[in-house]
């Protein structure tokens, strides 16, 4: 295992719980330093209880405030704190017919999960240039397979996508690095849990935990990898669903989740 001495900063957004979580912690393990940004609430509170080492720094902080981005960059400044490594994690999502989810949630998981990247990105890339370090933002699977019924998560994560790879063609004559990660299905709340439990063996099979694919994504991170996919299934239903023409794609895959137009009650929450 790489040992980094003195240990590089990796800054989380959203760290304190999920994917956030289990990546802070896999960093923690490979002896990087790691600062988490996260809601001041009870998921924030247990990791810091849990966490006791030296190398580990966090902000309470709701990254949807205005000029959230500016205040990280002044707590990172009064603590003497240089990240090499971004990994812009925070996101949620919702689904349901796209009439049916309130249009603020929208506007919320659009700032949330795009704009948020975007003031973390560029508040911190003079540090980052400084650092020659490297970018590691959350996308999904469903960045390249366009769900009906969950079409603005779907759109957001397609977004972060496409920005990272063409930021990564930009990026590299600053010696930083871009990577993008697209998990499949990861259990990190009850609505997940609902949602596999309604789906059946078929979700089962793509299901993982964070803990599953932090060191995927971690090593893909360090390593430079563009596209990082945890897991052999959704690599391959990324892949075969690329030979699937467009029309017969997105028919699939709106049969596949019709259940949430039978069901309009059911609300899903990430991926
Ligand atoms: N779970 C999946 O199946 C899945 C699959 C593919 C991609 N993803 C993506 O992976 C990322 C993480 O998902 P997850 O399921 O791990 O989410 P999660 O368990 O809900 O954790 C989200 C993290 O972000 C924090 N957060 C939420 N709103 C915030 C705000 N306004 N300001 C600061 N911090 C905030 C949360 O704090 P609190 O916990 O205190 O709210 C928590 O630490 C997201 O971008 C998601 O779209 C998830």
Known sequence: MQKFNPPELVLIS????????????????????????????KHLSEIVNEIDDPDFYYLGIDLVSQDAHERVVEWLADNDLSPKYLINNVGFGRGGCFESVPLREYQLMMTLNNQVLINLTYALLPELRK?????????????SLPLPYKTVYTGTKAFIYN??????????YYGISVSVLCPGPVLTN??????????????????????????????????????????????????????????????????????????????????
């Open 131 to 143: 650092n020659r370090g490297g970018i590691l933002n959350v996308s999904s699977m469903e960045a």
């Open 163 to 172: 920005l990272s790879l063409a930021l990564r063609e930009e990026f590299r």
């Open 190 to 271: 009850e609505d997940g849990l609902k949602r596999v439990k309604a789906k059946g063996k078929q979700a089962q099979l793509l299901l993982k935990m964070p803990e599953d694919i932090a060191p995927t994504a971690i090593d893909g991170m360090l390593s430079g990898k563009a596209v990082i996919i945890p897991g052999w299934l959704p690599k391959l239903l990324v892949r075969v669903a690329y030979f699937i023409p467009r029309r017969y794609r997105l028919r699939l895959l709106e049969k596949i989740f019709r259940n949430y137009r039978d069901n309009p009650s059911e609300v899903v929450v990430s991926v």
């Open 14 to 41: 959203g760290g304190s719980h999920g994917i956030g979580r289990a990546m802070a912690l896999e960093c923690l393990n490979r002896n990087l330093a790691v600062a988490i940004l996260a809601l001041p609430d």
